[in-house]
């Protein structure tokens, strides 16, 4: 027999956005002597020039704090009125419970519905597809993400593939019911063939042994770059291409392009294979944030609308791509002016 309820759907959107970025600033120059490179090669192959780094005791709690907080205070909605909190993350450094229920215990709504999600730097499109479908499903009325990143804890400074380009950071959003639809259909999956081309993981056999499991290996990211590079530039676009179409718009209509900021070459790549029109404004926060995983795109996001304050309520493709390998992409409605 089938259930006696009804529950019309209802239209969701970006409410509002927060980001916190750790005051200390780390240029090139102060990376480059442990991995054998130069500021110049950083900047050419990435687009990087500075990257915000956490102190020791600055814990990716901390950052997503700052960011829920912002982004909670522009929604103009309280935290007792978030009836889930999802936090894409990858470095948060338990396995339980999660960095959301830590979360919601600093934000002072301990009963909120509370979830990890771990999608790497697609974790954040990953969060905004299952927000917008809580939301339109009336689970719940207000859905808190956030895109939080410790990657310093996790990136060794003597890795000539990894040091110059993780760093640390948090972004958090707001997503609640609106008149009209604010959040496109996500496309996403994943190429899981490739999933060793980023690990972050302590040493298996180290792990697995019991009698080396207690001096297992501290947990490093590890990244085949051209493997990743390859597959973001060519996949990629089309995964973009169809988001634009399933939101029912052309690349004409788009105000804004924020891609996870991995590489500036690989953002430089997808606007040209898109053929995204000069109109569009496209994120180039890795310049001086560097790659922050989860965090990227709230992080860029925040950024866009603080350069160009007339992006408010426009519509922006947002795409995001990493370990896994997995991806998600969909075309929002950026948020309205602060509430504050
Ligand atoms: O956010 C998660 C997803 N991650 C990504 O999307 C990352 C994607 N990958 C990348 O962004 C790029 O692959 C990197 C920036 C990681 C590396 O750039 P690349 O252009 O792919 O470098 P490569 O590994 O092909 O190396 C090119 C050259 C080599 O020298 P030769 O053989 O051409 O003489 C390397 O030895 O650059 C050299 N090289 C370096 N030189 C200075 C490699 N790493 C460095 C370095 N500093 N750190």
């Known amino acids: 027999m089938a259930l006696k309820f009804s529950m019309p759907v209802q239209n969701s959107r970006i409410l509002s956005v927060g980001a916190y970025r750790p005051a200390r600033v780390v240029p090139n120059s102060e990376i480059v002597d442990k991995i054998d490179s130069t500021d ?18 600055e814990s990716l709690i901390d950052m ?21 909190v999802i936090f894409a993350t ?42 917008n479908d809580l939301v339109r499903n009336r689970t719940v009325d207000y859905v808190l993400v956030i ?22 950071g948090a972004g958090a959003v707001v ?32 792990y697995k042994n019991p009698e080396t499991r207690g001096a297992a290996s501290w947990p490093d990211i590890a990244q085949q770059g051209q493997v990743v590079f390859r597959w973001a530039v060519y996949e990629m676009a089309p995964v973009g291409l169809k988001a634009i179409a399933a939101a029912g718009l052309t690349p004409e209509e788009l105000s804004a392009f ?19 029109p000069e109109s569009v404004i496209v994120a180039r926060d890795i310049r001086t944030t560097g790659n922050t995983s989860a965090a990227s795109i709230p992080l860029a996001m925040d950024a866009l609308l603080a350069s160009n304050p007339e992006l408010h309520g426009k519509p922006a493709l947002l795409i995001g791509f990493g370990a896994g390998l997995v991806y998600a992409a969909q075309v929002v409605e950026l948020p309205p002016l602060p509430h504050e």
């Open 64 to 84: 997503a704090q700052a960011a829920a907080t912002i982004a909670l205070r522009r929604s103009g909605i309280g935290m007792d009125q978030i009836g889930a």
């Open 175 to 206: 997503v609640g019911p609106s008149e009209d639809p604010g959040i496109g259909p996500t496309i996403w999956g994943a190429a899981a063939d490739s999933r060793d081309a980023i690990t972050l993981m302590p040493s298996y056999l180290d």
């Open 90 to 131: 990858i470095s948060y450094p338990y396995q339980a419970p999660s960095a959301a229920t830590e979360l919601i215990v600093r934000l002072g709504n301990p009963k909120a519905a509370a979830f990890d999600i771990s999608a790497a730097c697609a974790g954040f499109s990953y969060g905004i597809a299952l927000a």
């Open 258 to 276: 924020i891609p996870h900021q991995a590489n500036e070459r690989i953002i430089d790549s997808l606007v040209r294979t898109m053929k995204l």
């Open 147 to 168: 895109g939080g990143e410790k990657l310093s804890d996790f990136t060794n400074p003597t890795d000539r593939a990894t040091a110059f380009i993780f760093a640390d």
């Open 40 to 57: 110049e090669w950083i900047r050419q192959r990435t687009g990087i020039e500075t990257r915000h780094i956490a102190d020791a005791d």
